[in-house]
């Protein structure tokens, strides 16, 4: 019998080897098997597969098969034979021996390494690997070198495949997935566990107070739901003692299912603290048949609609906020103008939408220097209900005021009343919804336990040397392993591949020991906030680490001073990135800051503005040269002697951008019980209120770095207060930022030339002049104009200057606060109802003036005309109030590049 054309197996069992003849007996209905014995035996036709046509793998070299433990290596052939139930495979090696399997048997792995890009990015990533200063402390071998060094083959089955190969095989799981809950839920929650089962590779993105660790226990849960194992890995200790804790939280009871390895010391606490007794599952059975997974999962899409109207009530009580404190400055704005505002009959309640359509028709009549015709004022009757026609007599500044002040009072009143009707429909029962999901899931998820452990009496108590072993059975008692990111290769058998790796706070990663944790599992899902501070690496390692990238030609995504986080990002461009955006932490008024500055307002703030007058504060020390060797004394004093008297220190943590600063700190305040530490120590914790003591005389690129302010701003959940010197420092600094913002919402009105940004009514002016010209396309008459703000908005979300935002047809009135500086032709300029600046580039964090864009048409604007002089004429103006601006003529080029360079010239970059 040709053993590579014919597999026979007679009940179970592979006999082709010993068999010389097959034949079926059409009249016994059985088959007659002659085996090379000379014995002939009858089995029935159930009994007995011939199975032929095997599928031939002539190059072996991407395989190798692994049979309880033992690899078959130096493969020359594969005959795979298939029927309806079964794979059997005939193997033939290089040394002529031959084997038959079962597949079930078998794992068949193919090796990514036998792919070049694979390959060579591997042999980059082992040779950053012998950067790493981690060494064993006998031998004094470098212990990361040696993990890379002992890994010889990556089954095309592992993430890491994907990592260095991003082309690969990186596909959707094709079927959705419909998760449960037991550890609370929202929407991008929802949306992040759910891509976590329906790709192999995932990122979650968790800015602060965004439940990160709920969004990871809820994958754990599921995973456990399916009977999968998991690694959770992260550097940052306390994120996986967090982990932990939930777990162990009596309400939920799992960590029964925990096994915290990695470190040295936490595997002995481990061994030596193991209990033979599982929790009481009497309360763990689902007795209820109302509690399915189908139902759960239709009760799971209800919740849906409940959490956008959540958000859209949590957008819009932001909105009112920002509104209203707009309108403050605005009221002063006409204060200082001295601006009355009359008072019109109107027949109907204009909404704030359609004000905006009537200031923009009115400045366009303005513009074009044209009359209010019976007509323009009939039509005014039939859509904004003006009947008096004392509104067209008014001065046409006095016109635009007063719609600007109509906008706001009318805007107020709609989201007054989108707040009112949103409270309603969620008052009735969308908690209890949650609450049912929530209670139901763990019930699910509990029962799933009950069932898979009950029946066990007695657990077994493992052996240190069982970790590697016995990792198998080991992983059945423990599907959950927690360990650092180095470790996890480590924490059981080299050979063990975990259904899912959880890698928390992988901002602070680096891309060698996290692509080493991605061989340890199939799938991955990568935590973290690229927008937080990132791995340290010093100047002598990046310099080491340059050199070895220019010698591969590879990706820049995979230099080694990226985070893994960021890694992974930028060299899978099409990886599933959930954002989670529903911030439960700060008050309103801390995260709005690092929202604006950070997250391009893109986090909904659900915690309540109570309108506290002390939530942020600033505290100058006065001018002078206070700092020696990143130590500040004057600053010490101040919180010592002006803050600390004023504050409840119960809850208090002090942060300091220098570790001299927190050692004298705590060394004069140690009759406190205060949390004081540098803002990389403080990441991944929380305070009720945070003092942060910037040092610095002048403020340095450290302490100005935006990862090292957004961690230090959102650590402060119901107060911050920021310690800074008196000096003068540069104006375009993210610390400058962060005091304009404390004092803008703190209406705080500083002495100034020119005025903060009506940021509310730019934007929604600027989307209603947009639609104004859509069928155009346009947001002005000159195509110029057009194509410029297209440039600008383009240039601001491609360099991520998430803080800036861009204005049209600005009245320059409405920058310039003090007129003093003024000649009696520049005033009439500036107040000359049609004078307007055509593109204002504004921090909406600082709402600042930030540059000024004047598009010039080459005709109009040419040397020797009337508009040439007005060009002047604002030149002067806006040098004279220090606002930067940038003229474009329409016959130039490279306006891009030119915008870019002005950007990094104001802002140092």
Known sequence: MNNRENMIVIKNQIKTKEICNCNYNRKSYKWDVTFKNGSTYSYSYENVKWLKNPTVIDNCENYYIQRKGKILSDIDKLYIFNDDTDSYLHIICKDGIEYDYCQKELEIKEDCLKNEKSKNIFKYLSKLSALSEL?????GEKLLEKRYNSIQFVDKELALSNYLNPQS???????????????GCNKSQYSAVKSAFENKISVIQGPPGTGKTQTILNIIANILVQGKTVQVVSNNNPAIENIYEKLENPRYNLDFLVARLGKVENRNQFINNQNENYPNFNNWKIKSENITTEKLKEKSKTLMHVFEKKEKLAQLKQKLHSLELEKKYFDEYISERSAELFSLNLKIKIKANKILKLLQEIQ?????????????????????????????????NDIVTYLQNLFYINSKEEIDNEIQKLEKELSDN??????ELCEESLLLLKNTIYKRYAHNKKRKIFMEEDLWKNSNEFLEEYPIILSTTFSSKSSLNKNVVFDYLIMDEASQVDITTGALALSSAKNAIIVGDIKQLPNVVTSKTAKQSKAIFEEFNIDKGYQFTNSFLKSIIEVIPNISNIMLKEHYRCHPKIINFCNQKFYNNELIIMTEDKQEDDVLSVITTKIGNHSRDHYNQRQIDVIRNEILPKINISDLGIITPYKNQVRELQEQLKDLDIDI???????????????????????????????LLNVAVSRAKKHFKLVISGNENKKERNINDLVDYIRYNNFEVVESKIYSVFDYLYKQYTQVRVEYLQKYNKVSKYDSENLMYRLIKDTLLENKYYDLDVAIHIPLKMLIRNLDLLNERECEYVMNKNTHVDFLIYNNTAKKSVLVIEVDGYKYHKKGTLQSKRDEIKNHILELYGIPYKRFVT??????EQLIKELSRIYGD
């Open 891 to 896: 016959n130039g080029s490279l306006e891009k």
């Open 135 to 139: 060494r064993n402390e006998i031998t």
């Open 364 to 396: 366009t009549i303005s513009e074009n220097d044209k009359e209010f015709n019976i007509f323009y004022k009939i039509k005014n009757i039939i859509f904004y209900g003006i009947i008096d026609w004392k509104f067209y007599k008014q001065d046409m």
């Open 677 to 707: 530490k540098t803002v990389h120590k403080f990441q991944g914790r929380e305070k009720d209120t945070i003092i942060v003591s910037t040092v610095d005389d002048e403020i340095t690129d450290f302490t100005d770095d935006p990862y």
């Open 430 to 435: 969308s908690e209890s919804l949650i609450s």
């Open 169 to 183: 095989n990186l596909e959707n799981k094709k079927e959705e997935y419909i998760p449960i809950f037991p550890f």
